[in-house]
Nanobody, 115 residues
Framework: QVQFVESGGGLVQPGGSLRLSCATS????????MSWYRQAPGKERELVAT????????NYADSVKGRFTISRDNAKNTVYLKMNSLKPEDTAVYFC????????WGQGTQVTVSS
């Protein structure tokens, strides 16, 4: 079955950086677009970034453009989210996502940006 193991979240000061990882199994990762979403307390889950199967095309939410970079390693079945210049409003639980007939989600990793 589809499984994700997310890691890399934590507490960071404003202006800091984190790199999230999502190791996957149970599907053909190298043929699949992947996404990162986030959900802040009291808010709806929102799309942060998407990367196509070979990594040639990436799209970002306006709120993270220029600060976040999505990437992937198809040899390791892993997708990453590098987050720079973090702001308090980036505080949320971050989820990786794969969509094939339905949405598959990781368990989420907490990112807290606070001084």
């Amino acid at each position: 079955q589809v499984q994700f193991v997310e890691s890399g979240g934590g507490l960071v000061q404003p202006g800091g950086s984190l790199r999230l990882s999502c190791a996957t199994s149970g599907f053909t990762f190298s043929s699949s677009a992947m996404s990162w979403y986030r959900q802040a307390p009291g808010k709806e889950r929102e799309l942060v970034a998407t990367i196509t199967s070979a990594g040639g095309n990436r799209n970002y939410a306006d709120s993270v453009k220029g600060r976040f970079t999505i990437s992937r390693d198809n040899a390791k079945n892993t997708v990453y989210l590098k987050m720079n210049s973090l702001k308090p409003e980036d505080t949320a639980v971050y989820f990786c996502n794969f969509r094939f007939k339905t949405d598959y989600w990781g368990q989420g990793t907490q990112v807290t940006v606070s001084s």
